[in-house]
C-alpha cells in the first residue's frame, strides 16, 4: 500500500460512506432525488427540498410528484419514470414549465430541467429512479422575453414594410409600391409566356379633370375631401385581383391582372359611369368629377419605364382632346 492511499484512508476513517454521501448530496449545488418504483421520494438533497419550497429533505420522503404539481404532469411524469426504468436508459435534459401547488410560497410556476436515470442495484435490478433537476426560469424567462422583443421587432418592421407602400391620405398603394408592381408581373408574365401561354396584364393612368380649380373653388382644405372620394371610386369600381394605387398629387393608377387592352377599356367606362352616378357633395353642393385615362399593356419588348411612359403619353393625349 503506497502512503498516499495509506494517508486517504486515515483521512476518512472517521467517516462511514452513509455520512459521505449524505455530505455530498446536501453540500453541492445540484438538486437530486432517489425514488423507489412506486415514485415516492425515498432520499433528496437539501437543494432539490428548498426548489420545492421545503426546509429539509426529510420533509419530501414518502411523498410523490401529485403532492407539488397537477394530476396531469405528474402522471405524464411518472409515466416517463416508468420508460426509464423498463428500458433502464437514462431521459435526459427533459424541460417542463410547471405550476407549483405544494409548499412552495416564492413562485408559482417554475421552469425545471431534468435528466432521470434508473437506479439498479449491485445484482443488476430496477429498484427505481434517481434524477438531477435544475431550475432554470430565469434563462426561459430571459428566452421568452428575447422571443417577446424579436416578435414585437417582427411586427414593427412589417408595419414599416406595409407603411413604406402606403400612400397616407387616400390610404391607396404609392408610386414606390407601383413601380415594384409592374417590375414583379413583368417577370412573372414573361417566364408564363416562355411556357407557350398569352397571358399578361394592363395599367390605367389617370388623373382628376380640372383638380386645381376644384380646389380653388371648394377650398384647399377640401382637397383631402376629394382626393379620398376619388380613391374610394376606383376601390368600389376594380376587382379584387386588381391594385389601385396613387402616383402623383391628383394621379392615379390601376394595375390589372390577365387584361388586355379592350378590358383595361371596358373597366374604364364602369369607373366613368360610377363617378356620374355617385357625385361628391360638399357642403350640400353636388360635385361631378371626371377622370382622363391612359392606357398601356404589357408586351416582351417594354421594360417597366416604357410601359408607364407609353400609358403617360396616352393620358396626355387624351387631356388635350378635353
Keep these: 500500500m503506497t502512503n498516499a492511499s495509506a494517508s486517504s484512508q486515515d483521512f476518512f476513517k472517521d467517516f462511514s460512506k452513509e455520512n459521505l454521501f449524505r455530505i455530498l448530496l446536501n453540500q453541492v449545488d445540484y438538486s437530486v432525488c432517489f425514488k423507489d418504483k412506486d415514485h415516492r421520494y425515498m432520499l433528496c438533497s437539501s437543494s432539490f427540498a428548498r426548489l420545492l419550497g421545503y426546509k429539509t429533505p426529510d420533509e419530501l420522503v414518502g411523498k410523490d410528484l401529485s403532492s407539488f404539481i397537477p394530476e396531469d404532469d405528474a402522471k405524464e411524469h411518472t409515466e416517463c ?6 428500458s433502464k436508459t437514462p431521459v435526459l435534459h427533459l424541460e417542463k414549465h410547471l405550476e407549483l401547488s405544494g409548499a412552495r410560497t416564492t413562485l408559482e410556476t417554475i421552469w425545471l430541467s431534468t435528466s432521470i436515470y434508473p437506479l439498479i442495484d449491485e445484482k443488476g435490478e430496477v429498484r427505481g429512479t434517481w434524477s438531477i433537476t435544475k431550475d432554470i426560469s430565469e434563462e426561459k424567462n430571459t428566452e421568452q422575453k428575447l422571443m417577446q ?11 414599416i414594410q406595409v407603411l413604406s407602400t402606403i400612400d397616407e391620405e387616400t390610404g391607396l398603394y404609392n408610386r414606390k409600391y407601383f413601380e415594384e408592381m409592374i417590375q414583379r408581373n413583368m417577370r412573372l408574365f414573361s417566364r408564363v409566356r416562355g411556357r407557350g401561354y398569352s397571358a399578361g396584364f394592363s395599367i390605367i393612368l389617370m388623373d382628376i379633370d380640372h383638380f386645381t380649380k376644384l380646389c380653388t373653388d371648394h377650398g384647399a382644405q377640401k382637397r383631402e ?18 391594385d389601385v394605387f396613387r402616383v402623383g398629387n391628383d394621379e392615379f393608377a390601376l394595375l390589372l391582372s390577365d ?53 403617360d403619353q396616352d393620358l396626355f393625349n387624351a387631356k388635350k382632346e378635353r
Design 225 to 242: 375631401v376629394i382626393l379620398q372620394y376619388v380613391a374610394d371610386i376606383l376601390r368600389a369600381s376594380s376587382r379584387s385581383a386588381d
Design 81 to 86: 419514470e416508468e420508460r426509464v426504468m423498463d
Design 149 to 159: 422583443k424579436n416578435k414585437q421587432c417582427d411586427e414593427l418592421n412589417s408595419r
Design 259 to 311: 387584361t388586355g387592352i379592350t378590358g383595361a377599356k371596358v373597366l374604364a367606362g364602369r369607373i366613368k359611369s360610377r363617378f356620374l352616378r355617385t357625385p361628391l357633395v360638399i357642403d350640400d353642393k353636388t360635385i361631378y368629377i371626371s377622370l382622363s385615362f391612359g392606357f398601356s399593356t404589357f408586351e416582351d419588348q417594354l421594360d417597366a419605364s416604357e410601359l408607364i411612359m407609353k400609358a
